[in-house]
């Protein structure tokens, strides 16, 4: 599997950028997709998470401005981010799990797309 992620880039506090990320290759109905963020030298946290019923999951940090979608003939998940903070500033991954009966089995990464929000 691989993962094509893209739409960083720099934009001012309150603004809005909308990250996308392109799935190829041997991708299951039931997989989850998923955005995590990173700071350097901090750890990878997860911003937001799609099942494949489209139940959607949240950081406290970004819920109410941050929406996480999926097209699942295109084999692609978005994250639509608005009311940036300066906070927000990380490079995004997206990310993909399989899970069977609850336990992840296999997990691929995109490469990262950069996000800058400045104040």
């Known amino acids: 599997v691989q993962l094509q992620a893209s739409g960083g880039g720099l934009v001012q506090t309150g603004g809005s950028l909308r990250l996308s990320c392109a799935a190829s290759?041997?991708?299951?109905?039931?997989?989850?997709m998923n955005w995590y963020r990173q700071v350097p030298g901090k750890q990878r946290d997860l911003v937001a998470a799609?099942?494949?019923?489209?139940?959607?999951t949240y950081a406290d940090s970004v819920e109410g401005r941050f929406t996480i979608s999926r097209d699942t003939a295109k084999n692609t998940v978005y994250l639509q981010m608005n009311s940036l903070k300066p906070e927000d500033t990380a490079i995004y991954y997206c990310?993909?799990?399989?899970?069977?009966?609850?336990?992840?089995?296999?997990?691929?990464w995109g490469q990262g797309t950069e996000v800058t929000v400045s104040s």
């Open positions: 799609i099942t494949s019923g489209s139940t959607t």
């Open positions: 290759g041997r991708i299951f109905t039931d997989d989850a």
């Open positions: 990310n993909l799990k399989t899970r069977v009966l609850g336990i992840v089995t296999r997990e691929f």
